[in-house]
């Protein structure tokens, strides 16, 4: 694994208080001789928002079931609040979790299902509330087999979120929302940790990681093959610039890769100064860069330098 | 413990199929056998006693469970139960509270009918220990039957097994009594319950020798418990 450089003995430069909210310590996972998750540590501070991401098959699911309480480590240590997170009965109070699936009784109704979740979590508050920030009061009524896809992750989302847990944990919670409801859904988890909340997310999609974690475990064969800031992780690839030009354009000024299809390819770490000799070399020679694009290196390539290696 | 139940008994009367499993076919089953027993005078009260109430229990309450547990953990609800602050103890018992519930009712409406039209038990007591016991043998094993059915279609055949079993011992040790093949009859499930069922009816047997019958039954109990903490699985197969 690559632990980024970073000015904080536990690799985080935000504010970390004393006692982390999620301990994880040299966790194993095997699945008969299959082994899932390897030697994984990693510490979530409270009020973070800390994005698990990886490869599929990475290691993910199984490392936020033993996180969450429902798989028991093969060996290592996990503490949520200092306890077993199996500890239900302690831990549970105080966490909320979003299934990957549904896992609601097709027969009750939409109230029904918030309200029996809520009771069970041994939280507080209000099913009419809630149903409003998840936009589904005029499916309150209504039973859960009737409900599209995108309505299901937002009853989960509810059910999740009841009682304004400390500790949320979020699997794939945008997969099959609409724009509108995805950013619904982000200013609620926005709203909980401005009241304090921790945040545990995985998500396919890379955007939302990069816009809103704290930090990411990048998962690749079961354990981590980077942790960091966003701007950490993304660093140490270099940035690029893609452009296309006519045949007759002249030698360039720097090494660019063709990609076949007549465009190219530049990977550079000084992004602003390449960049200019380029237009400048343009403006001289009077080619046309079409279809320029220039931007940091983002998540996406880093996923792909792992897909790579 | 109690959402759960209320939750449960909410889709219980919601889903016709299973409503019509417990409640339709053993109150069918049971009117059949009393419209035999008006036709048959000579056929043993207790051991009818004893087939209606394995009846009741074997297609409202076992096949009902085991259909329930596996649908509940197809769908996720398990998992989902098992993401808030409830442990797994109640998480079962609040399943499957109502649907006990319900068929100690149906037992008790069966019974009582029975006693009106004809004569009732001469130890209604020993009745009542008697089918408790067996609800609670047949609750271990529709977990542990629960733990080999993938989804609710799939119940529809491993339930066959327990379900033909135990109704064919009940009516074999209720009509042929236990004075040949004695151990055996008494050691398959369903069978010392059945004669503890039509002793109680019927009366004559020492007490003593009646509660002693419970004790197979309850063997019966700890097997299938122990069946199920082995096999019983709270997610659905990767």
New interface residues.
């Given amino acids: 694994m690559v632990r980024l450089p970073d000015g904080g003995a536990d690799g985080w430069n935000g504010d970390m208080p004393t006692q982390p909210v999620i301990e994880v310590e040299h966790l194993n996972v095997k699945y008969g001789d299959f082994h899932a998750v390897k030697d994984l540590s990693f510490h979530v501070g409270r009020g973070e928002l800390y994005a698990l991401l990886g490869t599929n098959g990475a290691g993910k699911t199984s490392t936020l079931e033993a996180v ?1 309480g ?1 798989r028991p480590a093969t060996s290592g240590t996990v503490r949520v609040f200092g306890s077993d997170p199996r500890d ?2 302690g831990v ?2 105080r966490t909320g ?1 979003m ?1 990957q ?8 109704t939409v109230r ?1 299902s918030v309200r ?2 809520g ?4 939280r507080t508050d209000s099913v009419d509330r809630l149903l409003g920030v998840v936009d589904l009061t005029r499916k309150a009524g209504t ?1 859960v087999s009737q409900l599209s896809g995108g309505e299901k992750r937002r009853l989960d989302f509810a ?1 999740a979120v009841y009682g304004a847990p400390e500790l949320v944990f979020l699997d794939e919670p945008t997969t099959g929302l609409d724009i509108q409801s995805r950013d619904a859904l982000w200013e609620a988890v926005d709203r909980l940790r401005e009241d304090g909340s921790t945040v545990v997310l995985t998500t396919h999609y890379l955007e939302e990681a990069q816009q809103r974690a704290d930090r990411i475990g990048l998962m690749h064969q079961g354990s981590f093959h980077r942790e960091g800031t966003v701007s950490e992780l993304t660093r140490t690839l270099p940035a690029t610039v893609r452009f296309s030009l006519a045949p007759s354009a002249p030698a360039l000024p720097l090494p660019a890769v063709p990609q076949g299809d007549g465009s190219f390819l530049v990977e550079t770490t000084g992004l602003q100064e390449d960049l200019r000799a380029l237009l400048n070399w343009a403006h001289d020679h009077g080619a046309e860069l079409r279809d320029l694009q220039a931007g940091p290196t983002r998540l996406d390539d880093v996923f792909r330098a792992i897909g790579s290696e | 413990m109690l959402a759960i139940a209320h939750g449960e008994l909410i889709q219980i009367f919601r889903n016709r199929l299973i409503l019509v499993t417990m409640l339709v076919m053993p109150a069918a089953s049971s009117a059949f056998y009393m419209y035999l027993h008006d036709r048959i005078p000579a056929l043993d009260l207790g051991a009818v006693a004893a087939v209606l109430m394995f009846l009741v229990v074997t297609m409202g309450l076992y096949t009902t469970a085991v259909t329930t547990l596996a649908s509940r953990r197809q769908n996720l609800f398990l998992k989902r139960l098992r993401s808030t602050a409830v442990d797994d103890t109640r998480i079962l018992a609040g399943l499957l509270l109502p649907v006990t519930a319900i068929t100690l009712a149906q037992v008790g409406v069966v019974l009582v009918v029975l006693s009106v039209v004809a004569d009732p038990p001469a130890d209604l007591l020993l009745t009542g220990a008697a089918t408790l016991a067996t609800v609670v043998m047949m609750i271990g094993l529709a977990l542990a039957t629960a733990g080999v059915t993938n989804s609710p279609e799939h119940a529809q055949v491993t339930t066959l097994p327990v379900l033909i079993g135990v109704l064919a011992v009940s009516g074999w040790v209720g009509f042929t009594g236990t004075e040949e093949l004695t151990l055996l009859k008494r050691l398959l499930p369903g069978g010392a319950a059945s004669e503890l069922v039509v002793n109680a009816w019927n009366g004559g047997v020492p007490l003593s020798e009646s509660l002693f019958l419970l004790a197979p039954t309850l063997a019966w109990v700890v097997v299938a418990v122990t069946l199920a903490t082995r096999i019983f699985r709270w997610e659905p197969r990767r």
């Fill in positions: 969450e429902h239900r009965r549970r109070p979790i299934l699936e549904s896992g609601f009784s097709p027969d009750l029904e029996l979740i009771r069970l979590s041994r039973k059910t």
